[in-house]
C-alpha cells in the first residue's frame, strides 16, 4: 500500500504511456484539423489542456486537449437554427470517426470524449479565440449544449503559467500533491466526484511556503506536517464542513465549483493525515 505522505516523483506516467497518448493526440488532431483547416499537421492550432496540460495528471487521469478552429466555423455554428453547440460537437465527433470508425466517440456537454478499448479516455474542447478590438486576450470560447446551447469561456495557458511558477517555487511539491490527492482519490474513492481543477485550484491556494528540500537545506521542524496543514486549511475555508467556498483558478481567476467534490476532498485530506 502506498504511503499517504507526500513524497518526490512517485506518480509518474512512464514512457509507454506517454508515448501512446501523444500518438494518440496527434492522430486526433490531424483528423480536426483536415476536415476544419484543410491541413494535415497533426500538431497545430492543438494542445493539452485539463490535469496533463497543468502537469498534474497521473496515469489514470482523463486527456483533455483544446483543439482551436477557425472564426467562420464558429459563425456558421452560432448563427446556425437549433442548438448550434450541439451540432458543433457532432461535426467534430465526425471528423474523429474518420480516423477511429470503431472507437467510442460521442458528445457530452462540452467536449467529445474519444474512449479506447484500453480505457485511456480523451476529451476534446473545440474552441475559438476571444477577439477584441485590443487583441486576443488569451482567452477561448467554447461550447456548451446544456440549455438549449450557449458558449462559455475558459484561459488554459493562464491556469498552466501560474501553477508552473508556484510548482518551481515549491521545488515539485506542488505538481507532487496533486498528482498524490489524485492517486488516493481513485484508490479508495473512486466513486466519489472530484475534479482536478478543484484539487489543484485548492493545494495552488494554500501551499504557501510549503517546499520540498533543496540541495543543502536542513530540515526544520514545525508544529504540524504538511499533510496536518492542508487538512486544517481545508477546515478553515469551510468553517468545519458547514460551507463549501467558491475557489478561483490560479491565474485565470475563473470559478470553480465546488458543490460536487468539496465533501471528497476532506475525505482524501483526512485520509493523508
Known amino acids: 500500500m502506498m504511503s499517504s505522505i507526500v513524497k518526490q516523483n512517485v506518480h509518474v506516467i512512464d514512457a509507454d504511456t506517454r508515448s501512446l497518448i501523444s500518438t494518440r493526440y496527434k492522430r486526433i488532431t490531424k483528423a480536426v484539423n483536415s476536415v476544419f483547416w484543410n491541413i494535415s ?27 482551436e478552429l477557425p472564426e467562420d466555423e464558429y459563425d456558421r455554428f452560432s448563427n446556425g437554427s437549433g442548438n448550434g453547440q450541439s451540432r458543433l460537437l457532432q461535426a467534430v465527433k465526425d471528423a474523429i470517426l474518420e480516423t477511429y470508425p470503431t472507437t467510442i466517440v460521442k458528445g457530452d456537454g462540452q467536449v467529445v470524449v474519444v474512449k479506447f478499448s484500453d480505457d485511456m479516455k480523451f476529451e476534446i474542447l473545440p474552441a475559438f479565440k476571444n477577439a477584441s478590438v485590443f487583441g486576443w486576450d488569451g482567452t477561448y470560447k467554447y461550447p456548451n449544449t446544456h440549455m438549449g446551447g450557449n458558449w462559455l469561456s475558459t484561459n488554459p495557458k493562464a491556469e498552466q503559467d501560474a501553477m508552473k511558477g508556484i510548482n518551481e517555487k515549491s521545488n515539485g ?73 467558491t475557489l478561483r483558478a490560479p491565474g485565470s481567476n475563473s470559478t470553480i465549483d465546488s458543490n460536487k467534490g468539496w465533501d471528497t476532498l476532506g475525505k482524501v485530506l483526512r485520509h493523508m493525515v
Not at 46 to 67: C, E, M, N, P, W
Not at 182 to 204: H, K, M, P, Q, W
Not at 220 to 239: I, P, V, W
Request: aromatic share 12%.
Open 173 to 245: 511539491l506542488l505538481y507532487d500533491t496533486c498528482k498524490h490527492i489524485r492517486y488516493i482519490r481513485d484508490t479508495n474513492y473512486s466513486s466519489y466526484e472530484l475534479s482536478g481543477i478543484l484539487i489543484d485550484t485548492f493545494v495552488s491556494l494554500n501551499i504557501g511556503g510549503w517546499h520540498f528540500r533543496r540541495e543543502n537545506e536542513q530540515h526544520t521542524a514545525g508544529n504540524e506536517t504538511y499533510e496536518e496543514m492542508l487538512y486544517r486549511k481545508y477546515n478553515e475555508m469551510s468553517l468545519n464542513g458547514i460551507i463549501k467556498p
Open 41 to 67: 499537421s497533426d500538431t497545430a492550432h492543438s494542445f493539452y489542456v485539463g490535469s496533463y496540460g497543468r502537469g498534474t495528471a497521473i496515469k489514470t487521469s482523463d486527456l483533455d486537449v483544446l483543439i
